[in-house]
């Protein structure tokens, strides 16, 4: 099983929609039936992106674009969902970035979380609503924040130089590769739960990325791999039938911030 390498969803959008080999092909927006003071033709994304930021276009015309892409990401899919989000992602990265310095997050999840509310707002928000990208944009993060703030209580983890002095006399000790090999060897992590460690912790890929490669949501791959550390995180501290205490000022699986 291998990742795809790029961490952050929101540079994958943008090389989907805007980059030199961009896959996703034009969208367009037909700016005449939207409002009359966009420019009265076939709108690409990418034009319109730049003409809604500034400060000349009138609310009224970003309203009717919102809600235009809004109707199409419900009514015809996955494609206008990918625009709508490149659309947003200026305001997306920068509610991530406020989520990540007011408190302590990845944040290539957190971004990925921020998203993830996005698009549920997306799907179900009232086209026929005012502010509708304020809507959205609120949505996500919402999202965002819950998100960040359940890392709270989650388990953290140490630098990876540190694996091997959580018990320096064991086998356990060594390079990370070989503490993860070590722990399928023992029946606590499988295979699969050791590569999506080992990618999403010790290498550049991202969370997100994992959860597409994988084919499943993104809580769900992130809970797979809570689990997974969980277990080898017990195993660390715990190697054989005598326990062994943790100092309080050790972390363990903290994740690293992006």
């Given at each position: 099983?291998?990742?795809?390498?790029?961490?952050?969803?929101?540079?994958?959008?943008?090389?989907?929609?805007?980059?030199?080999?961009?896959?996703?092909?034009?969208?367009?927006?037909?700016?005449?039936?939207?409002?009359?003071?966009?420019?009265?033709?076939?709108?690409?994304?990418?034009?319109?992106?730049?003409?809604?930021?500034?400060?000349?276009?009138?609310?009224?015309?970003?309203?009717?674009?919102?809600?235009?892409?809004?109707?199409?990401?419900?009514?015809?899919g996955h494609k206008w969902e990918l625009g709508a989000i490149w659309m947003m992602s200026p305001g997306l990265r920068k509610a991530s970035w406020r989520i990540v310095n007011n408190g302590w997050a990845p944040y290539a999840d957190i971004e990925a979380e921020v998203v993830e509310g996005f698009l549920r707002e997306l799907r179900a928000v009232d086209i026929d609503s005012r502010a509708v990208a304020g809507r959205l944009w609120w949505a996500g993060y919402r999202h965002g924040l819950r998100a960040r703030d359940s890392y709270r209580a989650m388990p953290v983890r140490a630098q990876a130089a540190d694996f091997a002095c959580l018990n320096p006399r064991s086998a356990l000790g060594g390079h990370p590769d070989q503490v993860l090999d070590r722990a399928v060897r023992a029946g606590v992590i499988t295979e699969d739960e050791s590569e999506l460690i080992g990618c999403t912790r010790l290498e550049e890929n991202g969370l997100a990325a994992a959860a597409l490669q994988l084919d499943i949501g993104y809580q769900q791959c992130r809970a797979r791999r809570t689990a997974a550390e969980e277990r080898l995180a017990k195993y660390l501290v715990i190697p054989g039938p005598h326990r062994r205490s943790v100092p309080s000022n050790w972390s363990i699986l903290r994740e690293e911030a992006a």
């Open positions: 099983m291998g990742y795809v390498r790029e961490r952050s969803v929101l540079k994958a959008v943008d090389i989907a929609v805007s980059g030199p080999e961009a896959w996703l092909g034009p969208l367009f927006l037909d700016g005449a039936s939207v409002h009359e003071s966009l420019p009265q033709r076939e709108l690409p994304i990418t034009e319109l992106r730049p003409l809604l930021l500034r400060p000349e276009t009138t609310y009224e015309a970003r309203d009717g674009v919102w809600s235009e892409l809004a109707f199409l990401a419900q009514n015809r």
